[in-house]
């Protein structure tokens, strides 16, 4: 029996780890198997112990643009320079459930 190439996304990693992201992108380039490189990120890190005012305060700032343009720069371009597809599967603010009350 034939085996069946079938195209797969990845990997997937998160808290911004661009160096497992970018050389899983190198490696696979040109592979046939990889129809997408995804990642995610929290650009708040962990939520947990962040009191409400400091959440709230973090996510208006405009540090949390620079960190996902950052990422963009280290991640996604070199992504898209190798001919891979690149989405954030993810970009929430904290991860561990958020920062407790830390809305609006």
């Given at each position: 029996?034939?085996?069946?190439k ?10 911004a ?12 380039k040109g ?8 990642e995610?990120?929290?650009v708040?890190?962990k ?8 959440g ?18 280290k991640?996604?371009?070199?992504v898209l ?14 991860y ?9």
């Open positions: 029996m034939p085996c069946r079938q195209n797969s996304a990845g990997p997937d990693a998160g808290s780890n661009v160096f497992w992201t970018t050389h899983f992108a190198e490696a696979e592979s046939g198997i990889i129809s997408a490189i995804t995610h990120f929290y708040g890190g939520g947990k112990g962040v009191e409400p005012s400091q709230i305060d973090d996510m208006l700032s405009p540090k949390w643009i620079e960190a996902d343009a950052d990422l963009y720069k991640v996604t371009a070199p320079a190798d001919g891979l597809p690149f989405e954030f599967t993810e970009a929430n603010d904290h561990s459930g958020g920062v407790q009350d830390a809305k609006r």
